[in-house]
């Protein structure tokens, strides 16, 4: 539902941001939130806030969702500080409302919260530069190795199963057996490309199941514009979007920034000879993340990297042509069969990473 600027600016009045109120207008290219900046002034200077309203549809249970954020982010505040850092700018800080919850409802139903927006950082949607995909992954290494310690079980599921790629696989194939659209004809190639790969699908799982693989507070959402990278150093400064921080695989957070980032085309992009899983980020990703891990990660989980990355990618690409099926009814898209062309993407991507398996297996072993 698209909403005026009276409309969000009366939205706005129910936080408690500082200053006067002066404008307010969509940001950023997220595909689950709807997300806006809202800019006051304060004396003769400017403050900024984000404000955001969450995707209710995606997020089932949105006091569960803020209750991680709040506790996350009040942990991470406290470590950044005791580290000597600015913990306003190294972590999100959530603005309460005037009644002092972390989240507001409105009459409609929707859900709304207002973070502070860090200034001076910039998230990217492709890598221009291959110095901020590597600190994206020292930064998201090093977001995993600060909430080592982070009581796991007091941590809502917000989306259940997320990465369990068995539960979407399986819920892939009632969609191609629903066919709710008429949409299968279409996409005989894709829905095979999957089909072959079923067994893929159960690789993580199974090893975390059997304790192979160690269960760790996690991100699951690693996508390069989901980190703001410090526009005075290039470090990765503020890890961002952390509705779906939960208990997970190191590999989850690993192989979806390399399917995000590593790519050398968009994730939307229509002509596929330009999508191919670059060597050189793939290589520079391993490190950055290895390092910001700062020794925590198992030797398996090491050896296990590639894979990480290949399912992330197999996985999404299969929610792509799930939503594409069911009707478009999850991500936003913003044209038709915008799904069908990011499901093309990924597919390309994974096929790609198995052509070049063993490089990216011994560029494994090199950073080990
Ligand atoms: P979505 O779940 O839709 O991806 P995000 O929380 O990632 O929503 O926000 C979308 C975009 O808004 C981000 O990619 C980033 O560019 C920007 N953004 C979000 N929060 C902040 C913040 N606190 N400071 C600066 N920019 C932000
Ligand atoms: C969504 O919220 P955003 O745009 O950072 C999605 C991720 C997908 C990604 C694909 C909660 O991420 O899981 O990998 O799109 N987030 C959710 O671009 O489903
Ligand atoms: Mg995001």
Do not use: L, P, R, S
């Given at each position: 539902m698209s909403r005026d600027k009276a409309e969000l600016m009366q939205i706005a009045d129910k936080f408690q941001f500082e200053g006067e109120k002066e404008q307010i207008e969509p940001h950023g290219s997220g595909h689950i939130n709807d997300t806006f900046l809202l800019t006051c002034r304060l004396g003769l200077q400017k403050k900024r806030y984000i404000l955001q309203r969450m995707n209710h549809n995606v997020f089932k249970d949105p006091k569960g969702l803020m209750e991680n954020v709040v506790g996350v982010t009040t942990f991470l505040q406290k470590k950044i500080r005791e580290n000597g850092g600015n913990p306003e700018r190294e972590a999100l800080t959530v603005v309460p409302t005037k009644s002092g919850e972390s989240y507001c409802v409105l009459e409609d139903g929707t859900y709304w919260r207002m973070y502070f927006f860090i200034e001076d950082t910039t998230s990217f949607?492709?890598?221009?530069?291959q110095n901020d995909f590597y600190e994206s992954a020292v930064a998201f290494g090093h977001f995993q190795k600060l909430l080592e310690e982070y009581p796991a079980s007091s941590l809502h599921e917000t989306i259940p199963d997320f990465h369990n790629t068995i539960d979407r696989l399986a819920r892939f194939k009632a969609a191609v057996e629903k066919d709710a659209l008429g949409r299968a004809k279409e996409v005989q190639e894709e829905i095979q490309f999957v089909l072959d790969r079923s067994d893929d699908c159960h690789v993580l799982c199974d090893m975390l199941e059997s304790g192979e693989l160690p269960l760790r507070v996690t991100h699951n959402d690693t996508k390069l514009n989901n980190i703001m990278i410090d526009?005075?150093?290039?470090?990765?400064l503020c890890v961002i979007d952390l509705d779906t921080v939960m208990p997970g695989s190191a590999l989850y957070d690993y192989g979806d920034s390399i399917r995000f980032g590593a790519n050398t085309g968009a994730e939307d992009e229509k002509d596929l000879s330009k999508i191919s899983c670059d060597l050189e980020l793939f290589a520079l990703y391993t490190k950055g993340f290895i390092e910001g891990c700062e020794g925590s990660l198992t030797e398996k989980e090491i050896m296990m990297l590639p894979m990480g990355a290949k399912l992330m990618t197999l996985e999404c690409g299969i929610r792509f042509l799930t939503d594409y099926l069911e009707g478009d009814v999850y991500f936003k898209i913003h044209r038709p069969e915008h799904n069908l062309d990011r499901c093309r993407t990924q597919f390309r991507m994974v096929k790609d990473m198995e052509d070049k398996w063993e490089q990216m297996q011994d560029t494994v072993k090199q950073y080990a």
């Open positions: 949607d492709a890598v221009e530069n526009n005075a150093t290039g470090k990765g």
